[in-house]
């Protein structure tokens, strides 16, 4: 029997057939297992990077929602820190008077019962340790309020106007006091007179927090507080605060990576609040993570031991049976005279010619489309989507073969008051004077740079320097360049340009200084071309801009006092120019004043920007040009202030939206929310429509479209009662209107929103 193996194993081995099939089978069982492998551990990189964006836009999505909670509700508290009836309460002499408590009492219930997260209010007199709380009402002793162990606060807040924190409540009071508080002071006349606390609902406030459970994926999601603390947790797993405590340590700083709890290794993403310091962390199992990528590993594995026992069974039946036929071809495949004839050598050269033929063409396609991979590689990685020095190796030596080891100069075109030139020009006209502006400038460098374009969309595009001859200034020539744009296309560009770098890893890095350099566009103007070199060592004062400047400006412009809030506003600008702050710290600031402005109440002229869009594009306008715009906006909003202080039309229109409110369900039309306001149906529709600047109809049918959107999102009811319940009788009619104004139908939306909502953990 093994002189009969070693005669097998001999024979293998010198026939030159079954030598050249054991060789494939075991590179073949080598390849499917390295390919195994090679692709568990690909695909485990590639999901955890995947799953981690959901994760954090999700983790970003919970706190700004968190956030702007407790932004309302410290905006609650700031509106009674200077009520009238609190300063009466604080400095009066006797707290006790009916009417100024009476008045305190329906203010905050309604308050209270306006806002779906806040449990309950209280004031409390640091001065004669009194309350006035709702619901436990005016306590003239703090012995005698039931959930006073938090009055020490002020000492703990510091400097600090406002803290959010987690307290414990007595439990007498749970039903009415909150483990989660917002803080404020009261100060009148510089000096601490009183405290607000808003307690929350805790479930209310931390609702968006929860995973849903649509998705296999084991994880949990908490937010600790500067302590380090647990406030609120959701999680389809046990744990307790001491393991919470070590996925943090384990997480350090850093905003993503992996942690380890219960045996189990979790990818976790955390995110911080500005507001509250809060801690945001979101962990998910990798082990339903992977499953799949698991099972797949082991079928691989199982694939290539499969393989191999072919091949062996395949080098059994050669030997027996399948080298006869072999052994003919090469014979009739052999050269010698004549046989070129052979229709068989015939037969091969008209594959090979074909073959050949397909590489042309494959060749032709590459070197159409290199210029355009060239493009996105660029994009993907100054944008940081590509990290490792490796592919970015791999990538640049593929499509830049041309380019030398000269240093790198990135230059980031931008065009000027983006937000007029796109509403000038269509979106067709737009694609094709961006392709243009790309040509012209390559045309212009072309001649003593290698360059490529990479556009990054709306108003920036980027484009890759490296001299390819005696190297030419730079600003000079995107100053020609900006000038030949600005005859031939009609419009101004602003041109950053970084210092130049060795080494292709280090283009991020140029990509950050020529966008920083474009930036003081905000200074010098349209056109401007600006080295990185020029304000590199640019510094400003330390002091940033104070929030109660904005709090003045706002507070004039509600009072109408245009003239007041116009020196506000050119006080701000020149402290801008006077202290030359960074550009992005002075967008920054004007920004959130065009925001705040806009919250209070848009103009249909001489605003800033209409909507988000506008006002990203800020950093396209020169100073100059924003301060007119803003000085307009704030003249508009004061003047409209100012007449709607006096507008009895305007008070009138409240009551019919009052109404409407009231009676969604019911199936009103023009003429009952006419007989709300007791006028005749004519000259309500007058009054609304030049007050509200939108018919009564319109106004009503939006209030019913967005009532029934948050019943499809909040209630598993169905369409035909959420129709009822917003007016509707038919339900056909319902789902006509809702597809007209969301562009979808009730079902897909609910299925849409859902699918929106569990996005994070469902991938």
């Known amino acids: 029997m093994l002189h009969t193996f070693n005669k097998w194993i001999k024979y293998t081995l010198t026939n030159t057939q079954s030598r050249m099939v054991l060789l494939l089978t075991v590179a073949v069982f080598i390849i499917i297992l390295a390919v195994s492998l090679t692709s568990y551990y690909a695909s485990k990189t590639v999901l955890q990077q995947e799953l981690s964006v959901p994760q954090k836009q999700m983790l970003g999505v919970s706190m700004n929602y968190i956030d702007e909670y407790i932004k309302e509700s410290d905006q609650i508290a ?102 989660i508080t917002l803080f404020r002071k009261i100060l009148i006349r510089n000096e601490l007179k009183g405290i607000v606390a808003v307690n929350f609902k805790d479930e209310e406030l931390f609702a968006r927090l929860h995973p849903l459970g649509v998705s296999e994926l084991h994880g949990a999601r908490f937010i600790l507080d500067q302590r380090n603390e647990v406030l609120y947790s959701t999680s389809s797993f046990p744990f307790d605060a001491e393991m919470i405590a070590e996925a943090v340590a384990q997480l ?49 594995l199982s694939v290539s031991i499969v393989s191999l026992m072919l091949g062996v069974i395949a080098i059994f039946y050669i030997n027996a049976v399948a ?94 008051q983006f937000e007029a030139w796109s509403r000038r020009f269509s979106g067709s006209d737009q694609s094709l004077l961006k392709f243009a502006l790309a040509n012209v400038i390559t045309e212009i460098m072309a001649i003593d740079w290698r360059c490529e374009c990479a556009d990054f969309g709306k108003d920036k595009m980027m484009i890759l320097l490296q001299p390819s001859s005696a190297e030419s ?60 070199i020029e304000v590199a060592e640019h510094e400003m004062p330390e002091t940033l801009p104070r929030e109660h400047v904005l709090d003045e400006l706002i507070e004039a412009v509600e009072a109408g006092d245009c003239s007041r809030a116009l020196r506000i506003v050119e006080r701000m600008l020149d402290d801008i120019r006077a202290n030359y702050w960074y550009p992005s710290t002075a967008l920054s600031f004007l920004k959130r004043l065009g925001e705040r402005l806009q919250r209070i109440g848009p103009v249909q002229n001489g605003r800033i920007g209409s909507g988000r869009d506008g006002l ?45 409110k009231q009676h969604l369900g019911e199936p009103i039309g023009i003429q009952e929310v006419a007989d709300a306001g007791h006028i005749s149906v004519s000259l309500a529709s007058q009054l609304f429509k030049q007050e509200m600047n939108e018919t009564i109809y319109g106004y009503l049918t939006r209030l019913r479209m967005e009532r029934a959107a948050e019943l499809l999102i909040r209630t598993n009811e169905k369409v035909s009662d959420i129709a009822v319940k917003v007016g509707y009788q038919h339900e056909n009619s319902f789902i006509r209107v809702f597809r007209k104004y969301k562009d979808i139908t009730p079902g897909k939306y609910r299925e849409m929103m859902k699918i929106r909502a569990n996005a994070p953990l469902a991938e």
């Open 78 to 179: 700031i509106k009674l820190a200077v009520n009238a009836n609190v300063y009466r309460f604080l400095t009066g002499k006797n707290q006790s008077v009916y009417g100024n408590i009476t008045e305190l009492y329906q203010l905050l219930t309604t308050l209270i019962n306006n806002t779906a997260y806040i449990n309950s209010i209280y004031i409390y007199d640091i001065g004669r340790g009194s309350f006035i709380a709702i619901p436990q009402g005016y306590h003239s002793n703090g012995k005698t309020f039931s959930d006073s162990e938090w009055v020490n606060i002020a000492d703990e807040m510091g400097d600090e106007m406002m803290v959010v924190q987690k307290r414990v409540v007595p439990e007498g009071v749970r039903n009415q006091g909150s483990e």
């Open 252 to 300: 350090n700083e850093k905003s993503l990576g992996d942690v380890t709890l219960l045996n189990k290794r979790l990818l976790a993403n955390q995110a911080q609040s500005p507001l509250t310091g809060w801690k945001y962390v979101s962990v998910v199992s990798q082990d339903s993570l992977l499953a799949k990528s698991k099972k797949v590993r082991n079928v691989v």
């Open 323 to 416: 080298f006869r036929p072999v052994r003919r071809m090469k014979q009739l495949f052999s050269v010698q005279d004549g046989d070129m004839q052979r229709p068989d050598l015939i037969h091969i050269e008209k594959l090979a010619s074909e073959l050949l033929r397909d590489h042309d063409q494959l060749s032709r396609l590459i070197r159409q489309t290199m210029p355009e991979a060239a493009s996105k590689f660029l994009c993907d990685y100054c944008t940081g989507n590509i990290h490792h020095s490796r592919e970015v190796r791999e990538k640049w030596n593929s499509y830049f073969q041309g380019w030398t080891d000269a240093p790198l100069t990135i230059a980031v075109i931008s065009i000027d």
């Open 473 to 532: 200034s730079l600003p000079n020539k995107f100053a020609e360049a900006a000038d030949v744009v600005s005859r031939l296309l009609k419009f101004t560009i602003s041109v950053g340009i970084s210092t130049p770098q060795a080494d292709v890893e280090r283009l991020q890095q140029a990509m950050f200084e020529a966008d920083n350099a474009l930036s003081y566009r905000l200074y010098k103007g349209y056109g401007s071309v600006i080295s990185f």
């Open 616 to 660: 990203e594009q800020l950093h396209t306008v020169h100073l100059d040009d924003i301060a007119g715009r803003l000085k307009r906006h704030v003249a508009k909003l004061a003047e409209r202030f100012q007449s709607l202080a006096h507008s009895k039309d305007f008070i009138l229109c409240q009551q019919m939206i009052e109404y409407m």
